[in-house]
């Protein structure tokens, strides 16, 4: 298949890639997986340190692993230079770009459209995993940190002839005709062969000058639209030729990207028919990838010692790495992956101090990791839309004062100083701390969910574009009695990203006047910047028919409609990461709570348990879990990972008394331990860094 016939194709190979999802036994235990640089020395170190399995390159041997009694999972069967690219390989390209400007001479190293690239990486990855075999593989890992760019790199690779061809066939693919295009970019093209994607600095240039917030950024949005498909369908590919090869096994990527607006990591077009992923802990990336992946999913998490620099640091590594662990309990993780030998042991093969805690972490809580692997989620009837569109158009406005050094916002970066990812964490911490864990749902996805199921609730978090089809679909469940939940911005934009004169949900929240000036936008860059006392304001000059008054705005807005409820919060809910754990912010972060609470309990959103803890704060997560024997069990552990201090303090009292007031009367028992009686209440001792178990009957 030709290139640019791949590419016109690409826009369904999600919805294909879902349909055909390769089916893989539960896991059967939780994997105690080490990396290892060298195998000769790593699997000894694995075998003797109780680890299950050890990662095997490519064109390494599984013979000595097999002979340890160790499983293993093959890393990166392609090898690097496609999926992911060297540093080496990256860096002329954006140092060549950095100095000349022109985007025509970003050619991507590897580049996906070139004769032949990813159906020879597909072969080739299936010759690897037939030559090593099906024998104690857990899992295949077809590369570690992939990205379309380098780890979300912002740059508008590639622009060779053949991705501008194969970005033309898309075009066709995806409009009638030309003139359908025009329309939909305001453009006036005379043919799709003219048809040239605008580069970053081009729309940056016409689009950031002004007072007010970019007013089109629906060519760049297209051309991040292909790139993205174009990444996702060269994985897809190679995942679906892997898992022909070895059925049964869980085949995706390991080292997951946070979602961004370069990079190609739209979680719900690029995972769709994984059967693996482990995401990194960086912007709620790891509950997305939970919420947005079926149960049946292998989810690994990775376990280095805290970075330098960390809050973590401070942190001894022994309740360091329990509270790590706890999570990943409380999560149904199917295991974890160490990084890595030289961490774990010195050059004298003596485990390191990182190493005795990881060793002792997995023996403390060994049988819970055990028994909680590859449990689901049990839904608590709140969704959280995630939106791959919105993500970009908030790259655009929080880099907005970079000028031209835009090409250095790199991941690390982002990680701090993201709207998007800021938005996503708050939503979670805040819905955690209130009892809940809600389920994502990709914005693409929620008129056809809502035909068939009701949750009780759907949240917009900082959902800045949302489609006219998305709107009435969300307008008619609100209408038939669901309730629905925005922190600021909804809607300003359409789906390609074109800027409305007013929000697609202004009527269904009510919202009667609203800014469009920048300095209107009271969050950059993930902070709060209004000023002043309580709980702050998302938006400077919004009015709605039935709200809470300020001198110049509205703090929130509630709507009745008809048999439902709509609430526009106008606060940065971004924010809400840092207010949970920050002493001074006590009093903001619980009117936060307080107003989210009352509008989830209108919607009959009601927490599993209510948790009672003498003078403890509201960090208590709360996870109902259905382990893959059919057993139900609520995860119970204190979420301030963040900052440390605060669970050392309370460490410090020893173990925690929790009361745990379920609605009704429950069967109900510690997890593999002693009965607690047909009761409405129980209390369990917790440790500050670890988690309890209890398992609930009818």
């Known amino acids: 298949m030709g290139s640019a016939k791949r590419a016109a194709l690409s826009w369904l190979l999600p919805l294909a890639a879902l349909c055909g999802q390769q089916q893989v036994a539960p896991p059967q235990r939780f994997e105690r997986v080490l990396w290892c640089s060298d195998a000769a020395v790593g699997v000894p170190l694995a075998q003797r340190s109780g680890f299950t399995a050890v990662q095997l390159p490519r064109g390494g041997d599984p013979a000595p692993i097999r002979a340890a009694g160790l499983s293993f999972y093959l890393d990166q069967p392609v090898g690097k230079g496609v999926l992911e690219l060297r540093d080496e390989q990256w860096r002329p390209v954006v140092q060549e770009f950095e100095r000349t400007r022109d985007p025509s001479r970003l050619t991507r190293p590897g580049c996906f459209a070139a004769p032949n690239c990813v159906a020879a990486a597909a072969a080739a990855a299936k010759r690897e995993v037939l030559r090593v075999g099906a024998d104690g593989l857990l899992f295949v890992a077809l590369a570690d940190e992939a990205s379309s760019t380098r780890h979300n790199a912002p740059l508008d690779t590639c622009r060779c002839a053949r991705c501008l061809a194969s970005f033309r066939a898309s075009c066709r693919a995806r409009f009638a005709d030309v003139e359908s295009l025009n329309r939909a970019l305001g453009t006036s093209y005379a043919r799709f062969e003219d048809v040239a994607p605008l580069s970053t600095d081009q729309v940056r240039t016409r689009e950031l000058s002004g007072r007010r917030l970019p007013a089109d950024l629906r060519a760049w949005s297209l051309w991040l639209d292909f790139v993205d498909a174009q990444f996702a369908a060269a994985v897809g590919e190679i995942q679906r030729s892997v898992a022909r090869a070895v059925p049964r096994v869980p085949v995706g990527l390991t080292g997951l990207a946070v979602p961004g607006a370069y990079g190609g990591h739209d979680y719900a077009r690029l995972l769709a028919g994984h059967t693996l992923a482990e995401p990194y802990d960086i912007g709620g990336s790891i509950e997305l990838a939970r919420g947005l992946m079926p149960s049946v999913v292998h989810r690994y998490e990775t376990l280095a010692p805290p970075a330098a620099g960390s809050a973590t640091q401070k942190l001894a590594l022994a309740p360091y790495v329990r509270a790590r662990l706890a999570a990943m309990a409380c999560r149904g993780t199917a295991g974890v992956v160490v990084w890595n030998d030289r961490t774990v042991a010195n050059e004298a093969g003596e485990l390191s101090p990182f190493g005795r805690a990881v060793q002792a972490g997995l023996r403390g809580v060994g049988a819970q990791l055990d028994a909680l692997a590859g449990a689901a989620l049990e839904p608590s009837g709140v969704w959280l839309v995630e939106s791959h569109a919105s993500v970009r158009a908030w790259w655009m406005i929080d880099s907005a004062k970079d000028g031209m050094t835009w090409v250095r916002r790199l991941e690390s970066y982002e990680a701090t100083h993201s709207t998007s990812q800021a938005s996503r964490r708050g939503w979670i911490r805040l819905l955690q701390d209130l009892g809940h864990q809600p389920e994502f749902v990709a914005a693409a996805a929620l008129p056809e969910r809502l035909l068939i199921e009701k949750p009780r609730c759907v949240i917009l978090p900082a959902m800045l574009s949302i489609s006219d089809r998305f709107a009435r679909a969300l307008t008619i469940y609100v209408e038939g009695g669901g309730a ?135 960090i208590v997560d709360r996870s109902p879990l259905r382990l893959r024997d059919g057993r139900r069990v609520l995860a119970v552990r204190l979420n301030a990972l963040e900052r440390p201090q605060l669970l050392q303090q309370l460490a410090q009292r020893g173990p925690l008394g929790l009361e745990l007031i379920f609605p009704a009367a429950r069967a109900l028992r510690l997890l593999g331990g002693a009965e607690l009686g047909r009761v409405d209440r129980c209390t369990v001792t917790l440790d500050a860094f670890g988690a309890a178990f209890v398992e609930v009957g009818p």
């Open 484 to 618: 629905v939940i925005a922190d600021h911005s909804a809607g300003l934009y359409n789906e390609r990203l074109l800027r409305r004169a007013r929000g697609a949900l202004d009527e269904l929240f009510g919202v009667r006047q609203r800014s469009l000036a920048w300095q209107d936008l009271l969050v950059r860059e993930g902070r709060a910047t209004s000023p002043g006392r309580g709980l702050p304001r998302a938006e400077r000059g919004l009015r709605g028919s039935i709200g809470v008054r300020g001198e110049d705005d509205d703090a929130s807005l509630e709507n009745v409609v008809r048999r439902g409820r709509a609430h526009y919060l106008n606060v940065p809910v971004c924010a809400y990461p840092e207010w949970r754990l920050q002493p001074r912010n006590v009093e903001v972060a619980k009117q936060l709570r307080r107003r989210v609470r009352a509008a989830l309990q209108r919607a009959g959103v009601m927490p599993p348990c209510e948790v009672r803890g003498e003078g403890l704060p509201t």
